[in-house]
C-alpha cells in the first residue's frame, strides 16, 4: 500500500514549514506534467506537479468513488476542497523531489518542506474523456472514413456494429487488416487485391473471389484461421486460390478478438480556489490544474 501518500496528506502541519508570513516565490506549472498515483485508502487518487526548476509542487488528492482514469464522465465530477479528503498543497523544497515522493511507500529521508500552502476551500472538477481510438492495423484512421464524409462512426464495413477505425479485422474473414494489406508487389504499397476487382482484400469477405467466404475456407486445420489451410496441389492457402476445388466447406463464425488503443485525457480544473495564510503571488482563484492522458488496449470478443 502506498502508505506516504497517506501520510502526506494526514500531516497537515509539519514542524519543517514555515509557521506563517511567507510568500509563495513561484507557482509556475503551466509547462509541468500532470502525474497521477492511486493512494493507499479506496478510490484515493493523488494528481500533482512537479516544478524542478525550483524544487516546488502542487497536488491534489481527493476520494471519489465515481473516478477512473480509463472511464469517461458523461458529467464532470465536482469537489469542495477541504482539510480532510480533497486537499490541495503547495510546497516548496530544499532539494529536488521525484514522483516516488507521492507515489512511493518509504519517502526520503532528505527531503525538507521549506514552505506549504493548503487549499482551505476551493472548486474541484474533473473531467475523463476519449481523445484518440484506433485498431492500429496499419491504416491510418483518416483513410477508413469509406464514405468520405468525415464521420468514422458510420464506416462499418462488414456489418458487426464496429467502425472500420476501431476494426482490426474490417471484413470479418478471420483474418486480420494488417495481414492483408502486403501485397507482395516489388515497390508498391497498394493493399493487396487478390481477384483484382478494386476492392482490397480486407474489405473483402471473399479474398479469391470464388464464391466461398474467407472464413469459410478453413477446412483442412478448422482452427478459424484459414490461412494455415494450404492446397498441396498449388501451395496456396484455399482462400486465395480461386481454382482449387476445396474438399468441404464449413459455416464458420468471426472469431477474432478485437483491440482498440484507447487513449483516455483527465482535465483537472481548481476554481475559487483560498490558501491559508493568503494567496500571495496566487490573486487569480481560479486555474487549470492541467490535463493527463493514458493509453490502454480495450479487447472485444469478436462473435
Do not use: W
Not at 78 to 83: A, E, K, S
Amino acid at each position: 500500500m502506498k502508505k506516504l501518500i497517506f501520510l502526506i496528506f494526514c500531516a497537515l502541519t509539519i514542524s519543517s514549514c514555515d509557521d506563517g508570513d511567507v510568500i509563495i516565490t513561484s507557482f509556475e506549472f503551466d509547462d509541468v506534467d500532470l502525474e497521477f498515483c492511486k493512494g493507499a485508502l479506496e478510490h484515493e487518487f493523488v494528481f500533482f506537479k512537479i516544478n524542478k526548476t525550483i524544487d516546488e509542487s502542487i497536488s491534489l488528492r481527493f476520494v471519489n468513488d465515481q473516478f477512473s482514469d480509463t472511464i469517461v464522465t458523461e458529467t464532470p465530477i465536482l469537489l469542495d476542497l477541504d482539510t480532510d479528503n480533497n486537499i490541495l498543497l503547495y510546497r516548496s523544497f530544499t532539494s529536488p523531489i521525484t514522483n516516488d515522493y507521492y507515489c512511493s511507500n518509504i519517502p526520503s529521508s532528505s527531503i525538507s518542506i521549506v514552505e506549504e500552502r493548503i487549499g482551505t476551500s476551493g472548486k474541484v472538477e474533473i473531467q475523463t474523456k476519449i481523445i484518440e481510438e484506433d485498431d492500429d492495423d496499419g491504416i491510418p484512421k483518416e483513410q477508413e472514413d469509406i464514405n468520405g464524409n468525415g464521420n468514422y462512426e458510420d464506416d462499418d464495413t462488414d456489418g458487426d456494429g464496429i467502425p472500420n477505425y476501431k476494426d482490426q479485422d474490417d471484413d470479418n474473414d478471420n483474418i486480420l487488416t494488417s495481414v492483408e494489406l502486403p501485397n507482395e508487389i516489388p515497390d508498391n504499397d497498394d493493399p493487396r487485391d487478390t481477384d483484382k476487382d478494386g476492392i482490397p482484400d480486407y474489405l473483402e469477405a471473399d479474398d479469391d473471389n470464388d464464391g466461398i467466404l474467407t472464413r469459410n475456407e478453413d477446412i483442412v486445420e478448422e482452427n478459424g484461421n484459414p490461412r494455415d489451410d494450404i492446397n498441396p496441389d498449388s501451395g496456396i492457402p484455399y482462400y486465395l486460390d480461386a481454382e482449387a476445388t476445396n474438399p468441404k466447406v464449413i459455416d464458420v463464425a468471426p472469431s477474432l478478438d478485437n483491440n482498440v488503443k484507447t487513449t483516455f485525457r483527465t482535465t483537472i480544473s481548481v476554481n475559487q480556489l483560498i490558501f491559508n495564510n493568503g494567496n500571495q503571488n496566487f490573486e487569480n482563484g481560479n486555474f487549470s490544474f492541467g490535463e493527463k492522458d493514458v493509453t490502454i488496449t480495450k479487447t472485444t470478443k469478436i462473435e
